[in-house]
């Protein structure tokens, strides 16, 4: 199996007036090409950090960024930031953002909003970079007209369609995906689904699907990353995290769900998350974990290997 | 049983809008809804955008006007009642809304939060206000109550805030509350924490509530009946249970269908979508409104509206399949 | 709170809002100090009180200027004695001598010589006579000036009676016609030199008191003469005299901190006092315009309807006026009342002309903020509207009708100080553009009187930056937070 991304011991903290935030706290995944991944936890987890130090947009209070991000085998640290812009942002790996589409420009027209970046990175002409722009709108299902659209003048799933057509215009080999649907109605959210289903089986991409619903992670997800606290705590393939969840925090997230199709209650899980300002430097589920014992409160635990591919970051698991 | 609490009779609201000098568009927000909210029962109201669930909701607590229509509190119509007319009112009907970043004035403190409806109410005597407050709060979990009172909103989490939501609606003791997606913008893994323990204070105060969501997943622990709603009219009603188990309006169908639940095997199958988006109700569809983008339409759909009929068992439906 | 130690700590950080802090902090401490020191009425008692300033030399630069000056600059002396020194004999008369010493070091002339006396105590009718003199280094000796203090006649005089009982007698000895009269004759006796009375007041007698004469060509010309001067102001009667003080004043070609305006007024003090005027006056008038501006707004844009229309209405209209030549028309059209308060008329003028930009914006503002969700759930919960306006809108507003007013100052100021220099400020205050205005009619710019006019406008200027700073520090604390919620 070939990896397209393999993130290794990851970190990202950021310096507030508040103390250092410990966004990304020594994370590591991998992504298979041509499979989506899915990260998953509570807001404030660090999940949408995560994608941001992959793609190198760090803030101006960056303190600490290190760990390796591997893209087809190369270590995307090694290269210094005009490389990174010129070759890998965008073209190699490329994002929708969370609220994407509401940040578009209101004053241009969509069409060129999207041949953009082909015309200042690629120096492409004008009309090869409208063409490629007619391209990706017939890619994500809209209509060629629309190129001429402004932002307002779409619906709320038209625009998501657009960004993604953004993001997909330079041939990305993995698109990250950070809450693409959270302000969609239902029925909106499940065409945008069904896109990216398509994408991903067309053309093989590979995906990171950031969101905290994990109902909807499981809608496209291959594998499973299940974020607390600036840490992974578990991570396999979807058949594994979803049926059979190691981590406590990970079996009582699925609990929590409301089912429409089963009759379970949905559990819920009382407290909240440490806060990423100088976080325990023990377990950091310890206080709402159902299955706690002396250790979890002296040390943090390491991150097990519990079957092929399946890891858990748990003392349960120490092997 | 007891009595109906509230009764909206062919509630409508329309909007006016000017187009032009002289235009003019009428958005038909809410276009003939009829319900019946019974002591201690929760009606889901479930739609998306452009449904005018959300209309519905501030309509029937008269912070909109009905255009037509009628709205009957505890056997009173208060339809046409002014709004000095309706401080009693006020009291007994309160509305949740859904994002609790939004609903808290930033520039107040909790305690000064909590503290505004009894003193709009004319409540002076501080030693009253101040019980008052910690048992709200303590009813909705946030202990020690104490603690909070100092606070100020961005001090809280996403749910924290909107118990202090719900606890500022229970103040005044309603028998009446409008809840308008009170867990849309809460993570999915917290929503059935704040859905359970509203559930809890519902049904140890008897409220009749207004669900409004576009969740259907939801409605299954948090209601007792549902009504689908598109471009302002009701196309299902029914026990809970039964219009989950056997939806027969191919609109819920569709809504069913877009709701995942977490199973791996979901990615390997494309859902049934319904095409198109939701319509805007400035030039709502001839005939059935839904007819443009269901799956099942045929022949009349398209020349004649569907009326809501019953199809046994408390279950309504406005299909012409039916 | 946590976010107002953010707010204070960004603004804290920021270049300008510390130097704006600190001119801050200046102008507060001189406006406390003036405030403490100074009466109130001292726009009318002192500084527009000539008598008040006879000590002071008459429109000189600051003594510090000596430094830049190529020439030793005359420092400015004043020599008070009030008990006399020794006794004589003048014309058969017993006299009460005051002497002075001192040594001139400097290479110009003095700019004037001026004795004054209070208090001077007659026995009998007989009055008294007064005499000056002075001895200069080279040994010369010249009886400068002399004239009876006669007593005036009157049932309800009695002895011993005081003459210059509230205001001290003042010769201005380097111009009075005896003393070019003495003059003339010194010159001939002592030099042979024979000059005409005009010509010696042309030359300036003081030139002649103080210099010795070099011959060149067809003029006289006189050279500073440096050394001991001793100079003698006597008084002799017939009968028993006292004077309580005498004063001997020798102008300086520099004065003070500031210098002096040609009314002789210490141009420190009368700059001193500006700043509580300015502080004053641009924070009142701002504070008013704001809460008028604000108050309007949040009505206007909540209510909605006719109200809004309305105040809308006026708005622009007032909006709309030209600012400056309105204010100027208004003060000038109000100066013509007479017995109306100046500065009422000024800082009501500023107010009702500034308000309407505030109260636009204001506007928009307060109906992006009426749809938010805590204003429907205080709807839903039955408040009044006033209630929603003050306890709900405002304190989402207040961050920035807090920046506004800062922003608002300078211009306030501004204004004032336009006012002042067009002739309409408030006559009895020495606000900094009364100042400015004064120097500009006494011709500061021809005669190159910078200590005159640089410095207030420097100070206007340091006035409106210390606001301006003060915004623009605020700024970044201000915006966001709207953008945020």
């Known amino acids: 199996m070939e990896l397209q991304l393999e993130v290794n011991n990851l970190y990202l903290y950021y310096k507030t007036y508040k103390g250092i935030v410990e966004a990304v706290d020594g994370v590591s995944f991998y992504v298979p090409k041509g499979m989506a991944v899915g990260v998953v936890g509570e807001s404030g987890c660090g999940k949408s950090s995560t994608a941001n130090a992959i793609l190198r947009v760090l803030p101006k209070n960056t303190y600490k960024y290190e760990g390796i991000v591997k893209l087809d085998g190369i270590n995307l640290m090694d290269l210094d930031d005009d490389t990174f812009n010129r070759e890998v942002r965008w073209r190699k790996i490329s994002m929708v953002f969370q609220g994407a589409m509401n940040s578009l420009n209101p004053v241009l027209k969509v069409g060129f909003q999207v041949a953009e970046p082909l015309i200042i990175h690629q120096g492409m002409s004008k009309e090869e970079a409208y063409s490629k722009a007619a391209e990706m709108f017939e890619l994500v299902g809209l209509p060629t007209q629309f190129l001429d659209r402004y932002p307002h003048e779409l619906s709320g799933g038209m625009r998501q369609r657009v960004v993604i057509a953004m993001a997909m215009v330079m041939n990305p080999k993995l698109l990250i995906l950070d809450e693409p649907t959270s302000a969609l109605d239902v029925s909106i959210q499940a065409q945008i689904m069904n896109l990216l289903k398509d994408l991903k089986e067309k053309y093989k991409m590979s995906m990171i699907f950031i969101t905290h619903d994990i109902a909807l992670a499981s809608d496209i997800s291959d594998y499973m990353a299940v974020m607390y606290a600036g840490h992974i705590v578990e991570f396999g393939p979807s058949e594994e995290v979803l049926l059979n969840p190691q981590h406590p925090y990970s079996q009582k997230l699925l609990a929590s769900i409301p089912r429409l199709r089963e009759d379970k209650e949905p559990e819920f899980l009382p407290g909240t998350p440490p806060g990423l300002i100088n976080p325990p430097r023990y377990c950091r589920f310890a206080n709402r974990c159902h299955k706690v014992f002396d250790r979890c409160w002296n040390e943090e635990p390491q991150y097990y290997k519990i079957g092929k591919e399946h890891y858990v970051k748990c003392f349960l698991h120490e092997s | ?322 | 709170m946590a976010f107002e130690r953010s707010a204070w700590s960004i603004f804290i950080e920021s270049l300008v809002g510390k130097a704006g802090l600190i001119l801050l902090l200046f102008m507060v401490v001189m406006s406390g100090y003036v405030l403490l020191a100074y009466p109130m009425d001292y726009g009318v008692r002192v500084w527009n009180n000539d008598k008040k300033w006879t000590d002071l030399p008459r429109a000189v630069p600051p003594e510090w200027w000596d430094i830049f000056d190529p020439r030793d600059l005359v420092t400015h002396r004043i020599f008070i004695d009030t008990k006399y020194d020794y006794t004589t004999e003048i014309f058969g008369m017993d006299a009460i001598v005051y002497e002075i010493e001192y040594e001139h070091t400097e290479d110009g002339f003095p700019t004037g010589l001026t004795v004054k006396y209070a208090n001077l105590t007659v026995y009998s009718q007989f009055g008294a006579y007064v005499f000056i003199n002075i001895t200069r280094p080279d040994g010369t000796e010249i009886n400068l000036f002399f004239k009876q203090e006669p007593v005036p006649v009157g049932e309800d005089i009695s002895f011993p009676y005081t003459l210059y009982p509230e205001q001290d007698a003042l010769i201005q000895v380097n111009t009075e016609d005896t003393t070019i009269f003495q003059l003339k004759s010194f010159l001939f006796s002592q030099y042979g030199i024979s000059l005409n009375k005009s010509v010696i007041e042309a030359i300036g007698g003081i030139r002649v008191i103080f210099g010795t004469p070099i011959e060149n060509e067809n003029q006289t010309d006189f050279e500073v003469l440096k050394g001991l001067y001793k100079i003698k102001v006597m008084f002799a009667s017939q009968d028993l005299i006292d004077v309580e003080r005498v004063k001997v004043i020798i102008g300086g070609e520099v004065y003070g901190i500031l210098g002096t305006d040609t009314r002789r007024r210490d141009l420190f003090q009368g700059l001193l006092f500006g700043f509580p005027i300015a502080l004053s006056i641009g924070v009142f008038t701002s504070v008013l315009t704001t809460a008028i501006g604000s108050t309007l707004g949040i009505v206007s844009g909540y209510k909605g309807g006719k109200v809004d229309e309305i105040i809308q209405r006026v708005t622009d209209i007032v909006y709309n006026f030209p600012f400056l030549p309105l204010l100027i028309f208004i003060v000038f059209i109000i100066s013509r009342i007479p017995d109306f308060p100046r500065l009422i008329a000024i800082i009501g003028a500023i107010v009702a002309l500034g308000w309407s930009g505030l109260t636009i914006i204001i506007r928009s503002m307060v109906l992006s903020l009426r749809e938010s969700m805590f204003v429907e759930s205080a709807k839903a919960i039955g408040a009044s509207d006033t209630r929603i306006m003050f306890k709900h809108i405002f304190p989402n507003l207040a961050p920035f009708i807090f920046a506004q007013m800062i922003f608002f100052t300078p211009g306030a100021i501004l204004a004032e100080a336009a006012l002042s220099f067009l002739g309409l400020g408030d006559p009895n205050l020495p606000s900094w553009g009364k100042i400015i205005e004064e120097s500009f009619r006494g011709s500061s710019l021809q005669l190159g009187m910078w200590w005159w006019f640089l410095p207030p406008g420097l100070l206007i200027m340091l006035a409106a930056i210390t606001f301006v700073f003060i915004a623009l520090a605020l700024e970044p604390i201000v915006n966001p937070k709207l953008k945020s919620r």
């Not at chain 2, 519905?56 to 000095?84: V, Y």
């Not at chain 2, 839904?290 to 406005?318: M, Q, S, W």
């Open chain 2, 1 to 322: 049983m007891g009595e109906a609490i509230l009764e909206l009779r062919n509630l409508k609201k329309y909007y006016t809008l000017r187009k032009g000098l002289f235009g003019k568009i009428i958005v038909k927000a809410v276009d003939g809804v009829s319900l019946t909210f019974k002591p201690g029962e929760i009606i889901a109201v479930v739609g998306e955008s452009g449904s005018g669930k959300t209309t519905l909701g501030k309509t029937s607590l008269k912070l909109l006007e009905p255009t037509d229509g009628q709205i009957i509190f505890e056997g009173r119509d208060i339809t046409n009642s002014k709004k000095d007319d309706l401080k009693w009112f006020r009291k007994k009907a309160q509305i949740i809304f859904q994002d609790p970043f939004q609903a808290l004035n930033p520039y107040h403190s909790i305690y000064q939060i909590l503290k505004e409806p009894l003193e709009v109410h004319g409540e002076k005597d501080e030693d009253i206000i101040m019980k008052k407050i910690l048992s709200v709060l303590e009813e909705v979990r946030l202990v020690p109550p104490e603690e909070f009172l100092h606070k100020y909103p961005h001090m809280l989490s996403g749910g924290q805030r909107q118990r202090i939501v719900i606890a500022r609606a229970l103040l005044l003791d309603p028998i009446y509350l409008v809840a308008d997606e009170p867990v849309s913008m809460i993570d999915a893994s917290s929503r059935a924490e704040i859905l359970t323990l509203f559930r809890e204070i519902q049904k140890a105060r008897k409220l009749s509530i207004m669900y409004i969501t576009h969740d259907i997943a939801t409605t299954k622990y948090f209601s007792d009946w549902i009504a689908v709603m598109y471009l302002g009219r009701i196309v299902e009603y029914g026990r809970t249970k039964e219009v989950l188990n056997n939806p027969l309006h191919p609109y819920t169908q569709a809504l069913i269908n877009a709701v995942p639940d977490p199973d791996p095997n979901n990615r390997f199958v494309k859902r049934p979508v319904v095409p198109g988006e939701p319509p805007s109700p400035i030039n709502p569809p001839p005939g059935c409104r839904f007819h443009p983008r269901c799956p099942k339409r045929f022949e009349p759909c398209d020349t004649e509206e569907p009326k809501l009929i019953e199809v046994g068992n408390d279950h309504y439906v406005a299909c012409h399949l039916y």
